[in-house]
């Protein structure tokens, strides 16, 4: 596996191969990330992971400075899932001047739900995402479900801009106890990870109730939100969606049921598909 930190060295090693298959990261990473990798394998001819922890998504509160940096650790797991390449570029290489191009993407996909509790954050995510891309030569892209509003964020850029990049979503990994796998749960104590336990449970009892007929979207939301609240979460948001464009969900559509709650500090996020 190679190891490369500069765009000139990644596109010269990347001149032999015609579909790569990529998945960026920002490392720290977890099985669910592993999976991804794998699951790339066999779509392209060279499997690409990029680690890159990128400023423009964070917040000036947020866990920049914080957010593990652990390359030697990922690439091991990188190494040993199969990946060909791994881009880890330093932030002057990405970044050589402030960057004052960016992506907006559209405020009725892009500022809600994530977007209104992070403002920005999916224009730091889309730039940085076009960049890799480019840098990458791309063919595939892929990207878990559980940022699912990422997803669908990027699949939509993607598809505006008429890339020749095919953006593939990962099932969400979770652990044998159903918490969803993110690299900001090592920021849980273990008592913490025990009740972290509640946000998926949270969202099963909203699934299970949609799937029996509970048409009452408001109130099974606010529910949602007491019951989060009641055992001492910070919840941002509970919302059933329409997958497709997470607008309000009419008779029929598929939806998704996403969440975002504060556990003492950490912020965790998961959703499931109706």
Not at 19 to 29: E, I
Not at 101 to 113: G, N, R, S, V, Y
Not at 167 to 182: D, F, K, M, P, Y
Not at 226 to 238: E, H, I, N
Request: glycine content about 6%.
């Amino acid at each position: 596996m190679q190891i490369i930190h500069t765009i000139a060295e990644l596109r010269t090693a990347l001149n032999a191969y015609r579909h790569p298959a990529v998945v960026p990261t920002m490392g720290n990473l977890h099985a669910g990330h592993l999976a991804l990798v794998r699951q790339a394998k066999p779509l392209g001819d060279v499997t690409v992971s990029t680690i890159f922890v990128n400023r423009l998504q964070f917040a000036p509160h947020e866990d920049f400075d914080t957010y593990p940096r652990t390359l030697e650790a990922d690439c091991a797991q990188l190494e040993a899932a199969g990946c060909d390449i791994v881009f880890a570029p330093k932030e002057a290489e990405l970044y050589p001047q402030p960057q004052t191009f960016k992506m907006h993407p559209p405020t009725e996909l892009a500022d809600i739900l994530e977007g209104h509790f992070r403002p920005g954050f999916f224009i730091g995510v889309c730039t940085v995402v076009m960049k890799l891309l480019a840098c990458t030569q791309a063919r595939t892209a892929l990207f878990g479900k559980k940022d699912y509003q990422q997803l669908m964020v990027i699949r939509n850029m993607v598809k505006q801009f008429a890339l020749p990049v095919d953006v593939i979503g990962g099932e969400t990994q979770r652990n044998e106890a159903g918490l969803a796998l993110s690299s900001r749960n090592g920021y849980l104590s273990p008592t913490q990870r025990e009740e972290a336990l509640l946000l998926s449970a949270t969202l099963k009892k909203i699934v299970a109730a949609l799937r029996a007929g509970g048409a009452d979207i408001n109130a099974l939301e606010t529910e949602a939100m007491l019951t989060l609240r009641s055992a001492g979460w910070m919840p941002d948001y509970v919302a059933v969606r329409r997958q497709a464009d997470l607008q309000a969900p009419q008779p029929g559509d598929p939806m998704v049921v996403l969440a975002a709650a504060r556990l003492g500090s950490t912020r965790l996020i998961d959703n499931m598909e109706v």
